[in-house]
Nanobody, 122 residues
Framework: QVQLVESGGGLVQPGGSLRLSCTVSGSPFSIYSMGWYRQAPGKQRELVATLTVHGSTNYADSIKGRFTISRDNANDTAYLQMNSLKPDDTAVYYC????????????????WGQGTQVTVSS
C-alpha cells in the first residue's frame, strides 16, 4: 500500500532551520503533486507548500521567502527546507501526495503521512 514516511522534525530555536523529508512508496502510479500542510494546536490544518510534477509551486503567505519545497523525482521524495523559523511555525507538519491514475488524470484522493512535530521555542 501507499506509504508516506516523514523525517526531520524536532525542536529548534527561533531563527534556526530544519529540513523535512517525505518519501513515498508503494504506489503503482506516478506522483502528480506533493505538498506540506501543518496544524497547530487549536487551528485547522493549513497549506504550507505544494509542488507539482510540472514544477509549479504554491506557498502560504506566512512562509514565503523562508520555506522552500523541492522534490527528488527519482526517489519520490519531497523536502521542505525551513529557514528563519518562528514560534508561530510550531505545528505538526504533514506530507501529502496526489497520484496520476491509469486514465492520466490526478486521482481525487490525497495520501498523507503520519505527521511530524516541529517545535520552535527558546
Amino acid at each position: 500500500q501507499v506509504q508516506l514516511v516523514e523525517s526531520g522534525g524536532g525542536l529548534v530555536q527561533p531563527g534556526g532551520s530544519l529540513r523535512l523529508s517525505c518519501t513515498v512508496s508503494g504506489s503503482p502510479f506516478s506522483i502528480y503533486s506533493m505538498g506540506w500542510y501543518r496544524q497547530a494546536p487549536g487551528k485547522q490544518r493549513e497549506l504550507v507548500a505544494t509542488l507539482t510534477v510540472h514544477g509549479s509551486t504554491n506557498y502560504a503567505d506566512s512562509i514565503k521567502g523562508r520555506f522552500t519545497i523541492s522534490r527528488d523525482n527519482a526517489n519520490d521524495t519531497a523536502y521542505l527546507q525551513m529557514n528563519s523559523l518562528k514560534p508561530d511555525d510550531t505545528a505538526v507538519y504533514y506530507c501529502t501526495a496526489v497520484f496520476i491514475g491509469a486514465l492520466g488524470y490526478p486521482l481525487p484522493n490525497n495520501y498523507w503521512g503520519q505527521g511530524t512535530q516541529v517545535t520552535v521555542s527558546s
